[in-house]
């Protein structure tokens, strides 16, 4: 692995210098739109599997072996045909949503960061352009932040900046994440060539002039990974048959331990960004709610007393990861869904995860929680709209100040071609 970020800088100052990002003037050269993935590092991993793919109906996209691979021979022995695999799995239209490593290969691979031991190998924030993701890092490094590497990783094809929050939780900003289409193809492992270990120049391809050139090189770009499944049984889900009663489709928000809350906050507002929606606490156990758009919010950091108080095993790095069912009558199935197939639903208090009305929390085969809901307040900014400027667009200025709630909404989710 290049290491580009082996010398810190000395700390710039960030409290007044802003930053053209698309023509718009920003506090950060990036902005954080919204969670694109997260990762776990399962120790149960069949059963986690199990419990996300068959029982909450997340589709494996991908299966690589090359980090397994990297461990030593007698290692790699110890493993399970599942644990010698990263598994990648979607809901959507996205590469990537939630990827489950084996624990043991985790733990192995992570001596070299520190992240030996952790549950969690990514909280993946999805920044508006491949310049948003490679001036981020500098940025970010020049902040005087631990970043892990920059590049790009296959599969998936998304560019990439991991960096650790105070905490050791590491996160990701990525542009460009591969979209799965109607056929249902991933991209080929011929394709997979495009991995990169340290910050890419700029610019780069765009994705249709490396497909054009994989065709030329004689590639089949339809002999990747697709899914092949069998429904079992069938239900009506709101006039689709579906395989499950309810279709899971949304991702986050991400809810965090930390053990300096404090800190924990700077990172997230001062760093990456993020404003906090709300503060909360319940049974003297502190928390903080931060939004990076009009969802009430994609983060939540909790003291790590509360890992205690809700009985979770001292391992889990996260209190929870929510997802969003297609409307409430598929919320209440897919509890009752999972609770039926033996899932055990765990009490949290409302105080702590205001922005839902009904939101259910289920314990996985680690322990962890995910939160399940169908709603989440949409919040808009304070303050009066800024005024329409139409027309006579060549005299409009260079770049221009940014309203508060800029960058807030839809985001495209795939590369540009
Ligand atoms: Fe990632």
Known sequence: MTDTYERQPAKQDASSALHDVGGVMLARPFKIRRLGHFGYNAVNLDDVLDFYVEGLGLIISDQSGTM?????????????????????????????????????????????????????????????????????????????????????????????????????????????????????????????????????????????????????????????????????????????????????????????????????????????????????????????????????????????????ALGMAARCDSMALGFRLANYRQLRAAVAHMVARGAKEVSVAPELVPGFDYVAHLSDPDGNLVQLYYYQRQVAPDGPVPPAVAGAAHSWPDVIDAPPDVFGGQVFLGPWE
Request: aromatic fraction near 10%; charge should be negative; charged fraction near 25%.
């Open 68 to 308: 397994p691979a990297r461990l030593p021979a007698e290692e790699q022995d110890q493993l399970t045909p599942n644990e010698r695999l990263l598994h990648f799995t979607r809901f959507g239209s996205e590469h990537h949503q939630l990827v489950f490593i084996s624990s043991k290969v985790w733990d192995w691979v992570g001596q070299s960061n520190g992240s030996a031991g952790a549950s969690i190998n990514q909280v993946t924030w999805q920044v508006g352009s491949l310049a948003e993701v490679v001036d981020g890092a500098a940025w970010i490094w020049g902040q005087g932040e631990r970043i892990l590497r920059s590049g790009r990783d296959m599969p998936g094809s998304n560019w990439h900046t991991y960096l650790f929050d105070p905490e050791g939780h590491i996160n990701e900003l990525f542009y460009g994440m591969e979209q799965i289409g109607w056929d249902g193809l991933s991209k080929p492992r011929e394709m997979w060539s495009g991995v990169l270990n340290e910050r890419p120049s700029l610019p780069q391809p765009s994705e249709a002039t490396e497909v054009a050139h994989a065709q030329a090189a004689g590639v089949d770009v339809s002999s990747g990974h697709r899914p092949h499944r069998v429904a079992q049984k069938s239900y009506d889900v709101d006039g689709v048959t579906m395989e499950r009663p309810f279709k899971i489709v949304g991702i986050g928000p991400v809810s965090l331990f930390v053990a300096e809350l404090d800190d924990a906050r700077r990172f997230y507002t001062e760093v990456l960004g993020f404003d906090v929606r709300r503060e909360v606490e319940w049974a003297g156990h502190r928390g903080v709610l931060l939004s990076c758009g009009t969802d009430h919010h994609a983060l939540a950091l909790y003291e790590d007393s509360l890992r205690d």
